[in-house]
């Protein structure tokens, strides 16, 4: 999947991503951004054609991609005619993770963290240190609820900026920063 996905790189497609075994019929509909041996980063767009930030998943989980389905073709015509766009990732010369951890800290966005495949944090990048990340947590109400503090390489995907975040960016933790 990996030279398919590279292939993806260097066009405007959308692709439908699927890399959920437990849920098959789920998938992300996204722009694929860089690819790498560990990680793929992605540009996503939501069901009804609207910037839904960015993903980080592990390339291997990746099962099956489709293309150009009628799906597809609905929700790229949608994101046109709403103006929808993603602001521009570059990353220098970095390793995937790296990269887009970097990207979410200087952007101050708020971010879901999965680990080890089955546990979810959400909050804000508070530091980097080595192989560490601190994160400021955010509950689902928008309210601070602690730090945490984690292995970086125990991070098996990320969502950035998306829509549920951006919801939750509405209410009141804003106010306090």
Partial sequence: MKEQL??????EDFAEIYNDLGD???CAVAKVLYVSDDYVILANITPNGMYDGFSLMKTETIFQINLDSRYLRKIKKLYITKKQTHMKLEL???NLME???DFAYQNKFLILVELLGNAYLQ???KRKEDHILVLSIINQYGEYDGESIFKIEDITSMHIDDEERNCLRLLDFENRE
Wanted: no cysteine; hydrophobic share 45%.
């Fill in 24 to 26: 098959v019929d789920v």
């Fill in 92 to 94: 220098e010369n970095k």
């Fill in 6 to 11: 590279i292939n993806l790189t260097n066009t």
């Fill in 123 to 125: 909050g804000i990048i």
């Fill in 99 to 101: 990269g887009i951890l």
